[in-house]
């Protein structure tokens, strides 16, 4: 995800200064790292409950009068009513619409329904980092493990029932797997699907010079800077013979003195397209390129590249 680096740096300072103010107030002379580290990680849990509980309590909007039950039904607006869950922010109690009502005798809540939210259970979140802790160990020694880590306490029933709950899931998904490969339509379907391989698959890799625009003036000042920098972006394709009657004069000239012509297809590009910004092309190391074309392809991740084979 994406985050505001502004607001970002905003929230750290408040956070620097709250945790500056708690270790004051204990009154404590030699304070070291650990300590700090501490006091942040709580600090940052209970920042973590209060947002988390702002965040559900405000994704109703404007509560509607009625809205459409799963059976085809109307339900009513009741109120806001309380629930419970256990997130990896500890316990938390958010207030949402209630809808109930209708013939069916079923009620809803649609921030629930939403975010997948089961009132008074483990969050999914939470789920994955309990049953992670079950896997590796004992099931108390995992909820030690879990109460260092997550700073509030798992008991050692809720570690086995979510470990047993995952264990049944992975137990499940193999078993679909197991009738998917043993059904014939499935096969069918498959080997359908499947794109058939190339005899010979090319690869190039090539590179442009582009203008370095610094965002700080500072830096923009400083002499002997560097303005150009090699941008680099790789692609992997295939290759088909041009027909005779698409084929270009330069083409039937090579076609005469070599056999045949290919052109590539089903090209893959290892870079990413980024549109103009502010009049302004921003690459991926987060520095301007100077504006010229509406758009720019520029290497995302030279790293990918190297490890599905191009030199760089």
Do not use: H
């Not at 970002?8 to 030699?30: C, F, M, S, Y």
């Not at 090319?202 to 590179?207: F, L, P, Q, T």
């Not at 370095?212 to 394709?237: H, S």
């Amino acid at each position: 995800m994406k985050y505001n680096i502004e607001k970002i740096n905003e929230i750290g300072k408040q956070v620097a200064e709250l945790v500056e103010e708690a270790l004051e107030t204990e009154g404590e002379e030699d304070i070291l790292i650990g300590d700090i580290e501490m006091a942040m990680r709580e600090s940052m849990l209970k920042i973590g409950n209060n947002a988390l509980q702002c965040f559900l309590e405000n994704a109703d909007g404007k509560a509607e009068a009625k809205i459409e039950c799963a059976c085809g039904g109307m339900l009513l607006y009741q109120r806001r009513r309380s629930a419970t869950i256990w997130s990896v922010f500890d316990k938390v109690v958010y207030q949402r619409a209630y809808y109930a009502g209708c013939t069916c005798g079923k009620g809803c809540a649609p921030v629930d329904k939403r975010y997948g939210i089961e009132p008074g259970q483990v969050t999914a979140g939470l789920a994955r980092l309990i049953a992670l802790s079950g896997i590796k160990e004992a099931f108390d020694a995992g909820r030690k493990w879990l109460q260092e880590c997550l700073l509030f306490e798992v008991s050692e029933n809720t570690v086995r029932a979510e470990t047993q709950k995952m264990g049944e899931l992975q137990r499940q998904a193999d078993a679909d797997l197991v009738k998917a490969m043993q059904s014939e339509s499935g096969l069918q379907k498959r080997e359908q699907s499947q794109q058939p391989a190339a005899d010979i698959l090319y690869g190039s890799i090539d590179a442009a010079k582009v203008r370095i625009e610094p965002r700080d003036e500072q830096e923009k000042a400083v002499e002997n800077r560097e303005t150009w920098r090699d941008l680099k972006a790789g692609c992997w394709y295939e290759a088909e013979t041009v027909p005779n009657r698409q084929q270009s004069v330069r083409q039937k000239d090579k076609t005469r003195r070599e056999g045949v012509v290919l052109r590539a297809k089903n090209q893959q590009y290892f870079c990413d397209t980024l549109r103009v910004r502010q009049n302004s092309l921003v690459n991926y190391f987060g520095q301007r390129v100077a504006p010229g074309a509406q758009t720019v392809r520029v290497s995302w991740s030279l790293f990918a590249m190297a490890q599905s084979g191009f030199g760089i």
